[in-house]
């Protein structure tokens, strides 16, 4: 498996232009064709990919470079206990669950949208787009159609401070 076997999926590419970070959760499935490969191509210096899936971030780690932080770990502990530290964050946080942890990722929204200093994108049904509310902090900006036959999107959020 090499970088130039990925067909990368759509993904909000314009956000990293100000990005020198990102923060890839779940992001081994398709070797980063969701949303690592995207990072790599805007030359992000600093990127950690978090997934349980040892082999898919074996193979990575050799696709990727040495500069790249794969972690394997559970996201349902690992973020709590990255989050509440306080210590660590990202420009751009992708959050790729698989549908079955969509409900998780919104109970689990606040510490998600800690880890991002910029940007968080969230995959999601579109059905549950409205248990967002925004907030002194963090506003939804856009949407994009990740599969219109399931009706999964990308869901953009942005800390208010990045206003200008
Ligand atoms: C939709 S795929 C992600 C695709 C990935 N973003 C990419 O671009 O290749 C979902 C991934 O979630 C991982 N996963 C499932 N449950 C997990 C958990 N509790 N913690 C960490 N990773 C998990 C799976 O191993 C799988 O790689």
Redesign the pocket.
Known sequence: MKLSDLKPNVYPTDLLEDCTSGL?L???????????IHMHNANISHVTV????TE?LAVMSSMYGPGWILIL????TWVPNIANSGVLSWDIV?V???AN?FDWCWNNIDLLCALANKYVVLTTYDSMVDRWVNTDEWRFVAIYSRSSKELISLMVLERNSCLN
Do not use: H, I, L, R
């Open positions: 890839c779940f992001g081994a499935g398709f070797y980063g064709a969701n949303d690592a978090v997934d349980t899936d898919k770990n559970d996201v349902t992708s790729d669950a698989p942890m």
